[in-house]
């Protein structure tokens, strides 16, 4: 994706294209402008990361060690939705403008609760996210049970979208799975 930052009126074309007929607000208008500052080291990188995952208190830390792990390689720029802290009111907005940036998209995947879901099926419902997008998936293993949420099931932790999803990035390719974060640095590292 690296080149030219993007321009407020291109990203706010793009704002009236995601909104649905629908348009910006004079404040929103503004905010947006704001935002555009905070884009500039997608722009600047040789390869810009959009890391997704669940804030949950266990699993942020693994979203940090992937963008991490990422963010060492020459030329990288890794970031979190978070990241990204102009104020966004609309984070539905937020999500499609990062991702259309961005050179790829990160997906740590450790269960079906909370997390990411919406925008797993943006991975496949829009071709230009499917064809950027990694997942790393989380696999369990019984003596998991005890260093998890609890609310987590381990014998069935995803989604029957999800799984389809990761059938399908796993046909091309782009899923790589983890049990110990040391795998997860190894998902990481590879995607580097």
Same mark, same amino acid.
Do not use: M, P
């Given at each position: 994706m690296s080149g030219d930052p993007v321009t407020v009126d291109e990203l706010a074309e793009k704002a009236d294209e995601y909104l649905h007929e629908a348009s910006l607000t004079p404040a929103e208008y503004e905010a947006l402008k704001q935002s555009v500052a905070e884009l500039t080291p997608i722009f600047a990188a040789e390869n810009s990361y959009f890391v997704l995952g669940s804030y949950g208190k266990h699993e942020i830390r693994h979203l940090q060690l992937v963008k991490d792990r990422l963010n060492r390689q020459p030329g990288a720029y890794a970031f979190l939705m978070v990241d990204?802290? %102009?104020?966004? =009111?609309?984070?539905?907005?937020?999500?499609?403008?990062? *991702?259309?940036?961005?050179?790829?998209?990160?997906?740590?995947?450790? /269960? %079906?609760?909370?997390?990411?879901?919406?925008?797993?099926? !943006?991975? =496949? *419902?829009?071709?230009? !996210?499917?064809?950027? =997008? /990694?997942?790393?998936?989380?696999?369990?293993? =019984? *003596?998991? *049970?005890?260093?998890?949420?609890? %609310?987590?099931?381990v014998d069935n932790p995803y989604s029957g979208m999800q799984t389809a999803i990761f059938e399908m990035l796993d046909d091309v390719g782009r899923l790589c799975r983890w049990t110990t974060e040391d795998d997860l640095v190894e998902c990481a590292e590879s995607r580097s």
């Open positions: 990204i802290r %102009s104020e966004w =009111t609309n984070t539905y907005l937020k999500f499609r403008l990062l *991702a259309d940036y961005t050179d790829c998209i990160v997906g740590v995947a450790e /269960h %079906s609760q909370g997390g990411f879901l919406v925008e797993q099926g !943006y991975f =496949t *419902a829009l071709e230009e !996210y499917f064809t950027k =997008t /990694h997942v790393f998936k989380r696999e369990y293993d =019984t *003596a998991d *049970a005890d260093t998890i949420d609890t %609310s987590v099931d």
